[in-house]
């Protein structure tokens, strides 16, 4: 509940003008619950940014180990995917991340460092498996950025949707299927950046 709530005020307000005394009354519990807790403000607002990225890092199921790197690959979109737009997601989410990388607190290196990092090398490292040659750095980083910005377009742009695809209804089926494109449409980009016969950008 006192999560909950302060990732309204939060995402209405910004870090800065949200105040303790705001978020406890709203949620009915005492302020000293916060100290308790979260130790102070900024250690709320870092556990309500870890609620936003899912509490944590994305891991491929044991079972992955036997898979080809291309159905490693489409796993991990799928549960990034999940992570980011599943239905039941606070909607509050969406607004508060947007805030946070526009106008960045000191909680934002916590939250890189211990999730953020870890997933992206991740990634990083099933690109490269699906590449199956070796690709300059560069290149490695730029498709890895294109398939996670690809994800996070799904997140980021909500709030247009109703407008530009107004059926659109983020249950299960339809996330597959939305991961399933930007698996499909990633692997394509990345086997033809590995290809010999396409030039280095």
């Known amino acids: 509940m006192l999560i909950s709530v302060a990732g309204e005020i939060f995402a209405e307000r910004g870090y800065e003008a949200a105040t303790i005394k705001r978020i406890t009354d709203r949620a009915g519990v005492n302020v000293a619950s916060v100290n308790y807790y979260f130790r102070d403000k900024l250690g709320l607002y870092t556990e309500v940014l870890r609620v936003c990225l899912h509490n944590g890092r994305l891991a491929l199921p044991p079972d992955s180990a036997g898979l080809s790197p291309e159905e490693r690959l489409t796993r991990y979109i799928h549960s990034f995917m999940t992570s980011l737009v599943a239905a039941g997601r606070p909607s509050w989410c969406g607004r508060l991340m947007i805030l946070e990388l526009a106008q960045p607190t000191p909680a934002l290196p916590h939250v890189i460092e211990e999730i953020i990092r870890p997933n992206f090398l991740l990634l990083r490292q099933l690109v490269s498996d699906v590449a199956g040659a070796p690709l300059e750095d560069e290149t490695l ?17 909500r709030s247009i949707f109703p407008y530009l695809w107004p059926d659109l209804r983020f249950d299960e089926a339809q996330v597959r299927r939305i991961a399933g494109h930007v698996a499909a449409f990633s692997i394509a980009g990345i086997r033809a950046m590995a290809s010999p016969e396409v030039p280095a950008p």
Do not use: D, E, F, Y
């Open 141 to 157: 980083g730029l498709l890895t950025h294109s398939i996670h910005a690809q994800c996070v377009h799904w997140k980021v742009s």
